[in-house]
């Protein structure tokens, strides 16, 4: 198998946020949470909406300018992105 984590994603790309992290007992759970890491799960599908690859980066927000600057870093030129949920 080839190795393409340095080719980008290309035609359409499917977006999702999300928070990896274990529970821990006592504290605050759910999104709000301390020591949660953000990341962005990106996926390039088919035109038939099938997964071909994915990409995950860690993100320090989910503001509109955190995933403005990352989308930019990421992809500097893409046609399609498509929220998924």
């Known amino acids: 198998m080839e190795r393409d984590q340095n080719k ?29 890491t953000l990341f962005i799960a990106a996926v ?7 997964p071909v690859r994915i990409q995950l980066n860690v993100v320090k927000g989910f503001c509109r300018a955190d995933i403005t600057s990352w989308s930019q870093h990421i992809w500097p030129q893409v046609a399609l992105l498509f929220p998924m949920g």
Do not use: W
């Open 8 to 36: 980008p994603l290309s035609g359409f790309i499917e977006l999702d946020d999300a928070y990896l992290g274990g529970e821990r007992t006592g504290c605050k759970r759910g999104r709000g949470a301390e020591g949660k």
């Open 44 to 50: 390039e599908t088919t035109n038939e909406r099938q």
